[in-house]
C-alpha cells in the first residue's frame, strides 16, 4: 500500500534521475532507497487500521485509494496541503501520454471557480490587516485566445465591489508569448487592479498553483494590496 500511495510515486518523481525525464517506468534502486517505517513500531490499534485499509482495498471500496494516501502522508508527517500539492503535481507532471494531456487541456468551469475561491480565501487573512477586501474574478476574453485573465481588486472593507475596470494590456501578451512565458502580471493602480494572466491550461488553474499566486502577490505587491496602489 505504501509503495503504491501517491506520495511514494511523488518522492520517485522527484527523486529519480531517470523516471519522468527519460524513462517511463521507476528504477528499483529509487524504490530500494525509500525510507519505510519498520513495522515493528507500529502499535496495535496501528496495525488493525492497516488491516482495514487493506480490506478496503480488496473490496475495491470508492475511498480505499484515497485513505490510504492520507494514511501514508500521515506516517511522514505531511499535511493535507502537502498531499493536494502532491496530488497536482503527479495528475500534470507525470511522464505518461494521459498525464501530458491533461496538463495540456483547457481547464473546467468549476477548476477556475476553485483557483478562484482558493486564491480569495488566501488573501483574506492579508486583506483584513488592512481594512481591504481582496477579490480575484475571471475576466472573459476571446475563445481563440490562449490566456486566461483575472483581475484581483482591491476595496476598502465597506465598499462595494466596481463592476467596471479598464481592459489590461494586452500588448503584454503578445510580449508574454514571444518569451514562452505562462504567466504574467500588470498594475492598474487607477482601478485597484492587479490583473493576472495565465496561459488556459489545466496544469496552471490548481488549488495549489492559486496558493502560489498568493504568496506572489503578498510578497511582490504587499503595498498595492495594501493601499490599493505601489
Known sequence: ?????????????????????????????????MVVPPFEGFTTADRREIDSLFTSLVRVSKDAWHNIDAWVARLYGLKSRDLD????????????????????????????????STLNSELEAWGSRFGKRLIAEQVPLSSVSP????????????????????????????????????????????????WIGRLDQARYWTQTRARLVAREMIWEHPNFLANGRE
Open 1 to 33: 500500500m505504501l509503495l503504491s500511495s501517491k506520495p511514494a510515486l511523488w518522492l520517485a518523481l522527484i527523486t529519480s534521475g531517470e523516471f519522468g525525464f527519460e524513462r517511463d517506468v521507476i528504477e528499483k534502486s529509487t524504490i530500494d532507497e
Open 85 to 116: 500539492v502532491i496530488s497536482d503535481t503527479l495528475d500534470y507532471s507525470l511522464p505518461f501520454a494521459d498525464n501530458r494531456k491533461s496538463a495540456q487541456d483547457v481547464p473546467t468551469s468549476e477548476a477556475v471557480r476553485l483557483f478562484c
Open 147 to 194: 490566456w486566461r485573465t483575472l483581475k484581483l481588486c482591491v476595496h476598502d472593507a465597506l465598499e462595494e465591489c466596481s463592476k467596471t475596470a479598464s481592459q489590461p494590456w494586452f500588448e503584454f501578451f503578445k510580449a508574454a508569448d514571444h518569451m514562452a512565458a505562462s504567466e504574467i502580471i500588470f498594475e492598474d493602480s487607477l482601478s485597484k487592479c492587479i
